[in-house]
């Protein structure tokens, strides 16, 4: 009973602690534990499992057999699994004797390892004991050679000395040198004894050699290379001398220096006195026999003093520099009692002759004794005085000597001051004389080449002589001629215009611009010299940005910030605008007498609409004369032949639509003349396609305008159209008028409102109540922002040109209209101004004060000819300013 309800208890935690195992864990179950029993399936299903076992009634006559053959199998595998639970209570007893086993093992490994190292330390002694006397001998060994080897060198430096003595009385210099060498190291050996008296005195006994040594030798060099022979013993040979140099290499350094600096100052004795500054050959004309004097000499040294001293004490460079040295000196000296004697072909001659000998110098010696190491030097080069090639690692002697003549390049600097004061008042005569465009290959003045080829030759020059305080200097009058040639060339050359007027008094002048019908015109010679002018400042102005990264590539690294030139940059820049502003201003006055002409037609009495009126015919006429002179001589600089288009219609567009609001289209009954104002639209049309051709005029070459010219072309010329438009719009009804007004011009301000409505003759008092209107209907539609057109309005350019091209298209109907009946010209003009409600709307512009009638009207009046006054003011202080420069 009681197992049964253990199994009961045992399966009931099964049951209760099911245990769920992953699809990978059961995949690998299935493989170690095969079985294909039903019951070992994952998927076991108890019900299907009877169902299968009893399929029908009579089956169960096995019931009791199956149930008996299921409770074994169930007490078989409680039997295997109490087994197995029993047995895992003796695995930690087996665990615990497994531990003890293994402490066990570790105490006698450790005993063991004790004794191992008490009987390693009993074998140590052992050894020691029987090695003791070994290194006792060893010591003993290393003392006694030591003192062997002392004593020998002790032997050495005693007989050394001795002998030593002996061969410097004898003067046996080539005998000398081994010995002097090994007693010079034995000594150095003995440094360590100098605490004992002997060694002490022995060390000063070879002190004493070496001093008496050196001071023989150079005794005997100095009688060897005297003047007078003494009678005390015989001149060295060079033999002998060339073994005491030797000797001389091991004793100290100082005796060497000071005997070499004995000798080259015994040899440069007959130059300083030749060369004496009280001496004519030695003032900067004959410098060239400085140089010329030491090549001889050198030559002369060697070939006699060659062998006597060795190759590594390089006396012939030490002979050089020393030379280099004392040069530099006098000529310092006596340039700077005889500076007024200097003038710039001497200062340059001397300097030539200067440059050309440090370079023959650097090539023949190496400039060790001046601490210069070839290997290590960058590799840069440059052109010399004659146009060769020179590296700069071979610049070894550069300024050694030249140096001098920096402080005195001041009169170079002024040397080119006054040769390009001199080429500038050449230029000025070239400029004064007539341009020959057509026969020269460029627009741009030859000068200005001329000029800039200087300024290189000279820079180049500068470089080779300093590249520090006199280029900066340089740079200086560079800036200064820059502005004489702009001014005194480029500037004058506008002014030298024959004009006769020009001539007279300023107030005469400025008449006579301003007379009407009388404005005096530049003369097709005139247009090529301004084109020249123009193109000769853009080159001068490219050429000076090249001409200042030049400079500071050149000049030294102090001097590099200081090297500015856009004021000069700035002074051709202002020169190009002037040559732009003349010519717009002489082609803005060509069309001023077809202006005048304009404003003078009676437009009211047109009676038909036929080709252009005459003053467009005119103005088309000056375009094609006087645009292709300017387009052909800008060729190089079509920029600015862009940007003088770009001015001329700023400027003349807005001076037409001035006229075109004093143009009177009003009948004598208040009607427009509808005939009058297709004519002017056609007018205004015909000028516009004139305009956007303006660029390529008379042109063989059919070439585009620019996008950004021929928007402003189409944007101004079709504002002058929509003038018109609204123009032909009846007045009543006045809503309607009012709306066609902001519909068409919807940046329009209520000075040019009133303007329209002067056009159309409308009273002033009806002007009041039409201008009170016009104020609260834009009020009203800049409130709400005319939210109801925004969507259908663009703003974008395109749109712009397309509605522009409609009212072309429109207006080369017009005379087909001509003879229409009035009701068409009504429908014709409802088409035109549904047309043009596609026009982008802006911010409205009016004047919030109050319309006081017919003073307010006339302030608008007044002020409209201030506005146009203060013009005048401003094209007479320009006159003015001109004057000014041509008549100082």
Not at 155 to 166: A, K
Not at 588 to 617: H, P, R, Y
Not at 750 to 755: G, L, N, P, S, V
Not at 761 to 779: E, G, M, P, W
């Amino acid at each position: 009973m009681e197992s049964k309800s253990s199994n009961e208890a045992e399966a009931s935690v099964i049951a209760n602690n099911k245990i769920h195992f992953s699809k990978e864990v059961k995949h690998v179950i299935d493989k170690v534990l095969k079985s294909d029993d039903p019951m070992d399936a994952p998927d076991f299903n108890c019900v299907d499992y009877i169902n299968q076992l009893f399929p029908n009634e009579q089956s169960l006559v096995t019931i009791d057999e199956t149930i008996q053959r299921m409770q074994c199998e169930v007490s078989l595998i409680d039997d295997n699994i109490r087994s197995v639970v029993r047995g895992q209570t003796n695995t930690g007893q087996d665990g615990q004797l497994a531990l003890c086993e293994a402490q066990k093992v570790i105490s006698t490994l450790y005993e063991h390892i004790i004794d191992v190292k008490t009987r390693a330390e009993r074998t140590e002694e052992m050894v020691k004991e029987i090695t003791r006397d070994i290194k006792q001998l060893d010591c003993a060994k290393r003392n006694l050679t030591s003192a062997i080897t002392t004593l020998n060198h002790l032997h050495m430096l005693v007989g050394g000395i001795e002998s030593l003595e002996i061969l410097i009385e004898k003067r046996l210099y080539g005998e000398i040198l081994n010995p002097l060498q090994a007693i010079t190291e034995v000594n150095q050996h003995f440094q360590q004894y100098s605490d004992i008296e002997e060694i002490k005195n022995l060390s000063q006994s070879v002190d004493k050699i070496q001093i008496s040594l050196a001071h023989q030798i150079t005794e005997d060099f100095k009688e060897a290379f005297s003047v007078k022979k003494s009678n005390n013993h015989p001149r060295l040979g060079f033999n002998q001398l060339g073994d005491a140099c030797k000797v001389i290499s091991v004793l100290d350094p100082k005796v060497k220096k000071d005997l070499l600096k004995w000798f080259i100052a015994q040899q440069l004795e007959e130059y300083i006195h030749l060369f004496h500054e009280n001496q004519d050959i030695a003032w900067l004309d004959k410098i060239d026999k400085r140089y010329a004097w030491l090549k001889r000499h050198l030559l002369d040294f060697e070939d006699k003093f060659g062998a006597v001293f060795p190759l590594d004490w390089e006396v012939s460079e030490r002979i050089t520099v020393e030379f280099c040295r004392l040069t530099r000196e006098q000529l310092s000296q006596i340039m700077s009692k005889r500076v007024n004697e200097i003038d710039v072909r001497l200062l340059l001659f001397a300097i030539n002759k200067t440059q050309a000998f440090e370079q023959l110098l650097s090539k023949r010696f190496t400039g060790v004794t001046l601490g210069i190491n070839n290997d290590n030097q960058n590799t840069s080069s440059f052109t010399s005085g004659d146009g060769q090639l020179i590296n700069s690692a071979f610049l070894v002697f550069h300024d050694q000597i030249g140096s001098c003549f920096k402080t005195h390049l001041d009169i170079y600097i002024r040397s080119i001051d006054r040769n390009l004061a001199e080429l500038i008042e050449k230029f000025v005569e070239q400029a004064k004389e007539p341009f020959k465009a057509a026969e020269a290959k460029s627009t741009v003045y030859p000068s200005s080449a001329d000029l800039f080829v200087f300024y290189k030759k000279c820079m180049v020059q500068c470089n080779q002589l300093s590249n520090e305080q006199p280029m900066y200097e340089l740079a200086l009058v560079f800036k200064k001629y820059l502005r004489e040639y702009a001014s005194k060339v480029l500037d004058m050359s506008l002014l030298t215009r024959d004009m006769q007027n020009l001539s007279t008094a300023a107030g005469q002048v400025i008449h006579n611009f301003l007379k009407e019908g009388d404005a005096q015109r530049f003369s097709k010679g005139d247009l090529i010299r301004i084109c020249c002018v123009l193109t000769t400042a853009e080159y001068c102005l490219e050429t000076v940005q090249q001409l200042e990264d030049k400079l500071k590539e050149k000049v030294a690294a102090a001097y590099v910030n200081k090297i500015d030139m856009s004021e000069e940059k700035d002074v051709f820049h202002r020169i190009i605008s002037n040559c732009i502003q003349l010519l717009v201003q002489d082609l803005e006055t060509g069309c001023e007498s077809f202006l005048q002409a304009m404003s003078k037609v009676q437009w009211q009495s047109i009676s038909n609409v036929g080709d252009q009126s005459s003053f467009i015919t005119g103005m088309c006429a000056n375009f094609k004369q006087t645009v292709p002179v300017i387009r052909d001589n800008l060729s190089s600089s079509r920029k600015y032949f862009t940007q003088f288009c770009h001015k001329f219609v700023n400027v003349f567009i807005p001076k037409y639509i001035n006229v075109l609001y004093k143009c009177k289209l009003t009948l004598s009954d208040g009607c427009n003349n509808v005939l009058g104002c297709e004519q002017l639209l056609l007018d205004t049309h015909s000028l516009k396609t004139a305009l956007l051709d303006l660029p390529s005029i008379g042109s063989s070459v059919n070439r585009k305008a620019p996008t950004s010219y021929t928007k402003v072309v189409v944007k101004d010329m079709t504002r002058a159209e929509m003038i018109i438009k609204v123009v032909m719009t009846p007045v009543q009804p006045s809503a309607h008028f009012t709306q066609q007004v902001l519909k068409l011009l919807p940046d329009i301000t209520i000075a040019e409102y009133q303007k329209i409505l002067d056009m159309k003759a409308v009273k002033r008092v009806d002007q009041l109540q039409l201008i009170d209107l016009f104020k609260r209907t834009a009020s009203t539609a800049a409130a709400a922002g005319l939210s109801d057109n925004t969507d259908s309005i663009s703003t974008d350019a395109d749109q712009q040109n397309s509605t522009a091209n409609a009212l072309d298209s429109t207006n080369d109907n017009i005379n087909i209209m001509a003879d229409a009946t009035s009701t068409e010209i009504s429908t014709y003009q409802t088409n035109l101004a549904v047309n043009a409600t596609s026009t982008p709307k802006r911010a409205f512009i009016f004047s919030v004060g109050n319309f006081t009638g017919a003073n307010s009207s006339a302030g608008d009046k007044n002020a409209d000819n201030s506005s146009q006054s203060s013009g005048d003011r401003g094209r007479i202080r320009k006159l003015e300013n001109l004057l000014k420069k041509r008549l100082p």
